[in-house]
């Protein structure tokens, strides 16, 4: 059951990857673009969803037992990353502030 809950906790980061890769592009893009800041982290949103459920069948299919573990394991990495980075982001941007000032 261990080896679930590590596999889900991965699983979990790997599920926010595409989120970072998203939040990204959106620098890239231009006030203009038909691509426009919102689509891309739709997009990329959904491809998130598509690897979490993805990650979530595989381990059904191998090992059924041990499913809610991993998938619990996989939620609560996906949310405690994405609290992790969005309070890093929060506070990198008002050391920055303050270094302007």
Do not use: W
């Amino acid at each position: 059951m261990a080896a679930a809950i590590v596999c889900g906790a991965l699983a979990g980061i790997i599920g926010f990857l595409p989120l970072i890769a998203g939040l990204r592009m959106t620098r890239k893009v231009t006030a203009t673009s038909n691509f426009g800041h919102m689509s891309i982290l739709l997009l990329s949103l959904i491809i998130s969803f598509v690897l979490m459920f993805a990650f979530a069948i595989i381990c059904v299919n191998v090992a059924r037992d041990v499913a809610m573990p991993f998938v619990l394991a996989e939620a609560v990495a996906l949310s405690v990353f994405a609290i992790a980075f969005g309070v890093k982001r929060t506070l990198t941007g008002k050391e920055k502030q303050e270094k302007k000032e």
